[in-house]
């Protein structure tokens, strides 16, 4: 008996095995070398290397690795490795002489599968989620910053579709020991940060719109360990609860409001004319007026494109902190570097390849600016090139920075000025190996406020030279 039960199964395993699918596997990565010279960006005048922390030449590899595993149309799972970024030569690394690679991580893995029956399509898991820009930078997410979270998408028609998404951005990272040295009872207690979004692209001959919003909440204990850890806190999010007074931490809401909400767009029924734009609005409610955070932000470009390139001009403005500390802060809730800002890469984070930029800050909150660039110019086959001149203020009172102080972000005063020129070069060596460069110069007139140890006080410049396969 148990010799024809065990032939039963192994016959309806091997007809389960004959009617499964195969699944196509397909990979594709990224190698970058990059190497770069620089000097300035320093807290201190005298401060010898760049920023006072790094070499004045540095030499650092990534490598990107994708993996896609292709059911059919309808069903697929990716996974996405990344190894780096490694300074050569540093131990930590794992790019010194003995010390092997230790820098392998997933950067994302998710599922993409779409509903029977149906146009739904659902992507779940690690991903990278990007909230819409047409012009100048994403204060939100940009598609390089990955979280955990469902994404769903519907296209009504050629005009009109509509994404929705649960995000967990931050969860159960609250230790058991409380920032005053006191063991809490709250350990991996309202420390998540959850957020809904929905993002309505409308397309239409010559003009493009998407206004999206987010609604988040945000745990009162989400920035009250590890406020350090860049991991963990790469923006401003939250930066105020992070240095909240005791006497005040019981008025905090369990959950904050976090609200969220853009109008981006162009138009191009005047091609080759096109105009974008950008608008951004946040707030963050804690409960105690003093931690909350409210801000915005808006941009517009326009741009002509001709046979060898496409000159623009653009302009932004950011709002910035006001002389009142028990109000809260008056600049855009951020999540970190974007690397996504078209406009000034040295100055803010906009470097596409590993770099060091950001002289000014991560983002352009805090400031305002006005630009001029030739973009896309081509005069030999396979070299382009782009040169951009940014002329960069800031919004922010200078006491209501002195006041800010304590968190560790800084920006520029009403009163200081900055000028950003560079050129980025892309040449195409072969059909999967490019060449990028960027050479940038930043000239400071920020010195007046000693009071300030978190932001440049000498010009700035670095030369960037990075070869990046890709297939």
Same mark, same amino acid.
């Given at each position: ?31 970058? %070398?990059?190497?770069? @010279? #620089?000097?300035?960006? *320093? &807290? /201190? $005048? =005298?401060?010898?290397?760049? !920023? ?78 990007? %909230?819409?820009?047409? @012009? #100048?930078?994403?204060? *939100? &997410? /940009? $598609? =390089?910053?990955?979280?955990? !979270? ?88 939250? &930066? ?232």
């Amino acid at each position: 008996m148990k010799k024809i039960v065990t032939l039963m199964l192994a016959a309806a395993m091997l007809c389960g095995a004959g009617t499964a699918q195969a699944v196509d596997f397909s990979a594709k990565g990224e190698w970058v %070398m990059s190497f770069e @010279a #620089g000097r300035g960006g *320093s &807290f /201190d $005048e =005298d401060a010898y290397g760049y !920023g006072g922390e790094e070499d004045n030449f540095t030499a650092r590899q990534r490598i990107r690795l994708q993996l896609d595993a292709v059911a059919s149309e309808a069903l697929s799972g990716t996974v996405y490795f990344q190894i780096g970024d490694q300074v050569w030569g540093k131990s930590e690394d794992g790019a010194a002489l003995g010390a092997d690679g230790r820098q392998v991580k997933v950067k994302q893995a998710y599922l993409d599968w779409l509903v029977p029956g149906t146009a739904l399509t659902l992507r779940m898991g690690l991903q990278g989620v990007s %909230m819409p820009s047409f @012009a #100048g930078q994403q204060f *939100s &997410f /940009d $598609e =390089d910053h990955t979280t955990a !979270g469902i994404v769903a998408s519907y296209k009504f028609n050629d005009n009109v579709a509509l994404t929705g998404m649960w995000l967990r951005l931050y969860n159960d990272n609250f230790a058991d020991e409380r920032p005053d040295g006191e063991h809490g009872r709250d350990a991996g207690y309202l420390d998540n940060v959850d957020m809904l979004a929905l993002v309505l692209p409308l397309t239409f001959d010559g003009v493009n719109v998407t206004p999206w919003a987010a609604y988040g909440l945000v745990g009162r204990n989400y920035a009250m360990r590890g406020w350090d850890d860049e991991d963990l806190h790469p923006g401003n999010l939250g &930066f105020l609860m992070g240095n909240v007074r005791e006497q005040d931490r019981s008025g905090l809401k369990d959950y904050s409001d976090l609200l969220l909400a853009g109008l981006t767009g162009e138009v191009t029924l005047a091609d080759p004319f096109r105009i974008a734009w950008d608008f951004q609005y946040s707030r963050l409610s804690t409960g105690k007026e003093r931690y909350d955070q409210q801000g915005w932000f808006a941009t517009l470009l326009a741009e002509y494109k001709l046979d060898w390139a496409t000159p623009g001009l653009y302009a932004w403005y950011a709002s910035g902190e006001d002389d009142d500390s028990s109000n809260g802060s008056e600049r855009m809730v951020t999540f970190g570097a974007q690397g996504g800002n078209e406009y000034a890469r040295f100055a803010f984070d906009g470097q596409e390849y590993i770099s060091r930029g950001a002289v000014l800050g991560d983002t352009m909150s805090g400031t305002w600016g006005v630009g001029v660039r030739l973009a896309d110019m081509s005069f030999l086959e396979n070299v382009k090139h782009s040169l951009r001149v940014n002329y960069i203020g800031g919004t922010n009172e200078k006491d209501g920075l002195k006041n800010m102080e304590e968190t560790g972000l800084n920006s520029l005063t009403r009163e200081e000025r900055a000028l950003e020129a560079g050129l980025t070069t892309e040449w195409k060596l072969y059909e999967n190996l490019t060449l990028h460069s960027d050479i940038a110069y930043l000239a400071l007139w920020n010195q007046n406020y000693g009071f300030r140890d978190g932001i440049s006080k000498t010009d700035a410049w670095n030369a960037n030279v990075s070869f990046a396969y890709s297939f």
